[in-house]
């Protein structure tokens, strides 16, 4: 069975520190994908990382991915109040995307 | 502009009952999706569909169906509704590629089944 998993689950961060979240997953996928999801509304998309090695960043946020690892990773800098969010991430081994279960970020002042 | 729109923002159903939730999307999509996300366990695929009149059972189709008759719109049927479908249900559509398939969701529906 293909697991997703991120960690941690939930995270409160203090406004202007750094922090990482952590996905691993049990497939072979060069494809990963980053969402955001505010509390009460639907997904958006933040990221798509297609290839070993791939880092995107938009922001306060950095995504990277090592398909060997079968590990990405979304790395928070100097965060802000507005980056209070759930964030998941998903593969896409060729048929379908599998989401891990979010992990539930709170910035706090 | 992406658009993908459900028919309910929120809706109670008592058990039983035969519970339509319609999706459509303006992008001419190929690729439909329904999820359900419960706390602490993600968002898990009912179904999706790759061409109007296709279907695929994803990883939780059991106890509901759907039905793909125009391609911009994606119906999820619950034949009988019961309590353990009480859920956010969300829609996506998507297409692929060279850059990779990015899957525009649309607001979800709340569903209490009492």
């Known amino acids: 069975e293909l697991k997703v998993e991120q960690n941690p689950l939930f995270l409160s961060m203090q406004e202007g520190k750094n922090y990482t979240i952590y996905c691993n997953y049990s497939?072979?996928?060069?494809?990963l994908y980053w969402y955001r999801q505010d509390p009460g509304k639907s997904l958006e998309s933040l990221f798509v990382?297609?290839?070993?090695?791939a880092v995107k960043q938009e922001g306060r946020l950095m995504a990277s991915l090592d398909t060997k690892a079968r590990l990405s990773t979304l790395h928070i800098t100097a965060a802000v109040h507005d980056l209070s969010a759930t964030y998941f991430c998903?593969?896409?081994?060729?048929?379908?995307?599998?989401f891990g279960t979010g992990t539930s970020l709170t910035v706090i002042p | 502009d992406v658009k993908v729109t459900q028919s309910s923002r929120y809706l109670v159903k008592r058990t039983g009952e035969k519970v339509f939730l319609e999706c459509v999307q303006d992008m001419d999509h190929e690729n439909m999706f329904w999820y359900r996300q419960d706390p602490g366990l993600g968002l898990r695929l009912i179904y999706f569909?790759?061409?109007?009149?296709?279907?695929e059972k994803g990883d939780i189709p059991e106890g509901y169906s759907v039905s793909r008759e125009k391609k911009e719109r994606f119906s999820l049927i619950l034949e009988s509704a019961s309590t353990n479908q009480t859920s956010m249900y969300l829609c996506?559509?998507?297409?692929?590629?060279?850059?990779?398939?990015?899957?525009?969701f649309g607001p979800g529906t709340r569903l209490l089944v009492l």
């Open positions: 569909s790759y061409d109007v009149k296709m279907k």
């Open positions: 996506a559509s998507s297409f692929w590629t060279e850059r990779g398939e990015t899957q525009y």
């Open positions: 998903a593969v896409d081994p060729g048929n379908q995307f599998y």
């Open positions: 990382l297609l290839s070993n090695g």
């Open positions: 497939t072979t996928s060069d494809r």
